[in-house]
């Protein structure tokens, strides 16, 4: 059906065991030159059928689409997303009264690595992180027409940031089918304006949503920072839950007026004080402390050779971060860095509350919700982690 890749002897255990991605250095030879983004099938030397997927000439050379002999067609795109969604729908997010944003298409989680779908209200946002997926996003703007019918009024490609620079060259973001002016979403009753066209990833951080509800059950009365607070999620959960007071920090100033814009939405004004300012020096330069504090940076390393840097960024950044908490508050800390592991986290956050000297206990472990699932062949997958620490002097 398509061209065969064969991957050294050595190499295909991995496959075997269901991983997802065929590192370069496991190609053997090739049937024939393969152009990016064309659909391949894999074996082994000795003819064994392995798995279907799409290459790209990168140190990831092979994603997998499925370890079954099939047609990657309309039918496999319209099965795969139609499975997505019904697990959505099992979730409670599909015509929920109280949630209308989530991720639809959370890649190697639901077997399609290289492809995000998020679903605002009824725009979908679709962000491709490979030509192969790229290459087939008509079909799957078809298959997701197919599946929500009129109650997707816009998808949206948010792609050109994710695709390597040469190809991205050849495309601009922009909408697939119709328009959508309507950019308030709802998330746990919450009010929020979404820009998927400027904001960062699709938009929104969807997978902080059950963390933030938790930090709201912690709010009440309760003094919040919200450290790199992009458009206000955390915020917004505590003003909600009846904060005393919270106060927002992001260096972007469009963050800033976004979370401004969904404190006005929301109606907590009087509550909430912004500030467009670095976070580290926020944290060195303020006197005030707070009973709840919130740790929520970009991803500070996205290859193996930046981790150490970042694990140091982290302990420095931590460290500040624990002075600013009252007697017998809270800290929520997280990180997204797919190549910090939650061992190195942990360690790092040990590392920054030793040099607080402060007692600390750990309440929850945090990860991202099941909108967002772990293929538990690709534990890379597990991005997203966190920690509620209780401090005291």
């Known amino acids: 059906m398509y061209p065969v890749i064969y991957l050294n002897k050595k190499k295909i255990a991995a496959v075997k065991r269901f991983h997802p991605w065929i590192f370069s250095g496991a190609i053997q030879k090739m049937e024939r030159p393969v152009e990016d983004g064309e659909l391949v099938e894999v074996r082994a030397m000795g003819g064994e059928f392995l798995a279907i997927g799409y290459y790209q000439d990168n140190t990831i050379a092979i994603r997998i689409l499925s370890f079954k002999k099939e047609l990657i067609n309309e039918a496999y795109w319209e099965n795969t997303l139609k499975s997505a969604y019904n697990l959505r729908n099992k979730l409670g997010l599909v015509d929920s009264e109280i949630t209308n944003a989530y991720r639809l298409i959370h890649a190697e989680g639901d077997g399609v690595p290289g492809l995000i779908i998020d679903i605002y209200n009824t725009t979908a946002v679709i962000q491709c992180h490979s030509i192969g997926i790229h290459q087939r996003i008509e079909v799957i703007k078809s298959a997701l027409l197919a599946i929500y019918g009129n109650k997707l009024e816009a998808i949206y490609d948010k792609s050109k940031e994710t695709l390597p620079k040469e190809y991205a060259q050849t495309i601009e973001n922009g909408y ?11 998330e746990n009753k919450n009010m929020f304006f979404v820009d998927w066209a400027l904001g960062q990833k699709t938009g929104f951080f969807l997978d902080q949503r059950e963390n933030r509800k938790l930090l709201a059950q912690y709010a009440p009365n309760k003094s919040v920072l919200n450290t790199f607070c992009y458009s206000g999620g955390f915020s917004i959960y505590a003003l909600r839950a009846g904060a005393s007071l919270v106060h927002s920090v992001d260096v972007s100033k469009k963050a800033i007026d976004w979370t401004d814009k969904n404190v006005e939405i929301n109606g907590f004004e009087n509550k909430h004080e912004s500030y467009a300012q670095d976070v580290l020096r926020f944290l060195k330069r303020t006197e005030e402390s707070y009973d709840i504090v919130v740790v929520d940076p970009p991803a500070y390393a996205k290859s193996k050779k930046a981790r150490h840097n970042a694990v140091q960024g982290y302990k420095r950044l931590n ?12 800290m929520f800390t997280f990180s997204c860095s797919q190549v910090v592991d939650r061992v190195l986290f942990h360690n790092t956050i040990v590392a920054a509350a030793l040099e607080s000297k402060r007692k600390v206990r750990v309440l929850h472990h945090l990860s991202q919700p099941a909108d967002h699932p772990m293929n538990i062949y690709h534990p890379e997958g597990s991005y997203l982690k966190g920690l509620v620490l209780q401090v005291e002097d």
């Open 176 to 186: 697939l089918h119709g328009h959508s002016d309507n950019q308030i979403v709802k």
């Open 319 to 330: 460290a500040e971060a624990f002075k600013k908490v009252k007697n017998g508050g809270l």
